[in-house]
C-alpha cells in the first residue's frame, strides 16, 4: 500500500519569503503526481501535475519536482503572499489514488 | 459554470438512514472520483468510474456503499444504514484520460458534508 507523507504538517513565514513544501512517498510505481491547495471549508485547487516521466513543472510562482527514485516530490513557492495560506496537499495517481495529510501554510502579512 | 458540482452540500441525518449524494462533473471528462475527507485529514479514495464502468474500489468502501455512474455522466453514491462514523466531507473530482490526452488532472467539487447524529 502507498504511504504518503507531508512535512511539515504546519508552516508558518512571513510575506515574501521562498518555501519548499515537501512530499515523500514508498511506492515509486505512480502514473503521475498532482499537487493541490485546500482553503478551509472547500473543495481541492489543482495547481500542478507532473507525469511520471517528467522531473518538473513550473506555473507562475510555484515550480514542483518529481524523483521517483528517492520517492520524493517537492512544491516550490516563490515570493509568497497571504494569499497563498491554505493547505497544500500531494496526491498520487498508481493502481489507486493517495493523499498526503497536507501541509498547512499560513503567510504573514 | 462548467465545474464539478454536487448537491447537496450538506447533508444531516440519523444514525440507521440511507443517504444518497449525486456528482456532475465536467461535461467532456470520461472519469470520475469519490473521495472521503474527515478533519485534519487528506482525501481518502473511495472509487472511480471510466464512463459508466466502475474500475476500482478501495477497501474503504464496505458493503453499506454503492456508487453507480449508469450513463457515463452523473454519479451517485449511497451510503446505507448510516453510522456516525461516516461523518465526513465527500468530494467526487473528475478528469480526462484517453484520445491523446493523459495528463489526469483531476478537478474537484465543493464536497458533501455529512453529518450523522
Known amino acids: 500500500k502507498q504511504e504518503v507523507t507531508q512535512i511539515p504538517a504546519a508552516l508558518s513565514v512571513p510575506e515574501g519569503e521562498n518555501l519548499v513544501l515537501n512530499c515523500s512517498f514508498t511506492?515509486?510505481?505512480?502514473?503521475?503526481l498532482q499537487w493541490f491547495r485546500q482553503d478551509p471549508g472547500k473543495g481541492l485547487t489543482s495547481l500542478l501535475l507532473?507525469?511520471?516521466?517528467?522531473r518538473e513543472q513550473t506555473s507562475g510562482r510555484l515550480n514542483a519536482s518529481l524523483d521517483k527514485s528517492s520517492g520524493r516530490s517537492t512544491l516550490y513557492i516563490a515570493a509568497s503572499q497571504p494569499g497563498d495560506s491554505a493547505t497544500y496537499l500531494c496526491?498520487?495517481?498508481?493502481?489507486?489514488?493517495?493523499f498526503g495529510t497536507g501541509t498547512s501554510l499560513t503567510v504573514i502579512p | 459554470d462548467t465545474g464539478v458540482s454536487q448537491d447537496p452540500r450538506h447533508k444531516i441525518t440519523k444514525r440507521g438512514q440511507n443517504v444518497t449524494f449525486r456528482c456532475d462533473p465536467i461535461?467532456?471528462?470520461?472519469?470520475l472520483y469519490w473521495y472521503r475527507q474527515t478533519l485534519g485529514q487528506g482525501p481518502e479514495f473511495l472509487t472511480y468510474?471510466?464512463?459508466?464502468?466502475?474500475?476500482?474500489k478501495s477497501r474503504l468502501l464496505s458493503d453499506r456503499f454503492s456508487a453507480e455512474r449508469p450513463k457515463g455522466s452523473f454519479s451517485t453514491l449511497e451510503i446505507q444504514r448510516t453510522e456516525q462514523g461516516d461523518s465526513a466531507m465527500y468530494l467526487c473530482?473528475?478528469?480526462?484520460?484517453?484520445?491523446?490526452?493523459?495528463?489526469?488532472?483531476?478537478?474537484f467539487g465543493p464536497g458533501t458534508r455529512l453529518t450523522v447524529l
Open positions: 473530482a473528475s478528469s480526462l484520460r484517453g484520445g491523446g490526452v493523459r495528463t489526469d488532472t483531476q478537478y
Open positions: 511506492d515509486s510505481a505512480i502514473y503521475n
Open positions: 507532473i507525469q511520471s516521466s517528467q
Open positions: 496526491a498520487l495517481t498508481g493502481n489507486q489514488f493517495y
Open positions: 461535461s467532456e471528462h470520461n472519469r
Open positions: 468510474f471510466q464512463n459508466e464502468a466502475q474500475l476500482e
